[in-house]
């Protein structure tokens, strides 16, 4: 597509329950990225798939959070037993990736709440 | 580890006021440097990019400047208007790290 597609683009829900984050990179981008912005607060990196593997997800905050890739384009963002500290901002991001950087393209990223 | 942070964090002036927006980095061993602006609410618009070889990139009225020696960054915005109300982050990619890692960055008003 023209640009990075995140969904849903809102999203409200209780206590304990699992959410699923969509991001659709650009078509042909082999590097994608999640990030996450709280209230306040700075991009704090999560995790960074190059093709359909992850060789850093060093920011995953705990074993509540998982993604995956697949297909080298669309990435889920798994939230397992929601806390209301994991309400943020969720941005995505893809990067055509191969020798030399063309700089990173962000959606406009899922807003979670928690209550 | 790098670190990145930006001066002022917050920023208000007049209407038609050039203006200057700063970011410094750690460590110098970096691919490039992306400055982003921010609407409440929205994600991230991608504004310049400045390969690690270069030292300045123009799009209209806004201008960035690169020095990797000295691990700075700034971004001029000449005849502000109230529309570049907004916040600025700047973010450097060390390459090595396959991550941006973002500074704090600016909350800009422009006063009508």
Known sequence: ?115 | KQEVTQIPAALSVPEGENLVLNCSFTDSAIYNLQWFRQDPGKGLTSLLLIQSSQREQTSGRLNASLDKSSGRSTLYIAASQPGDSATYLCAVDGGATNKLIFGTGTLLAVQP
């Open chain 1, 1 to 115: 597509g023209a640009g990075v597609s995140q969904s849903p683009s809102n999203k409200v829900t209780e206590k304990g329950k699992d959410v699923e984050l969509r991001c659709d990179p650009i078509s042909g981008h082999t590097a994608l990225y999640w990030y996450r912005q709280s209230l306040g607060q700075g991009l704090e990196f999560l995790i960074y798939f190059q093709g359909n593997s992850a060789p850093d997800k060093s920011g995953l905050p705990s074993d509540r959070f998982s993604a995956e890739r697949t297909g080298g384009s669309v990435s889920t963002l798994t939230i397992q037993r929601t806390q209301q500290e994991d309400s943020a901002v969720y941005l995505c991001a893809s990067s055509l990736v191969g020798g030399v950087s063309y700089g990173y393209t962000f959606g406009s990223g899922t807003r979670l709440t928690v209550v």
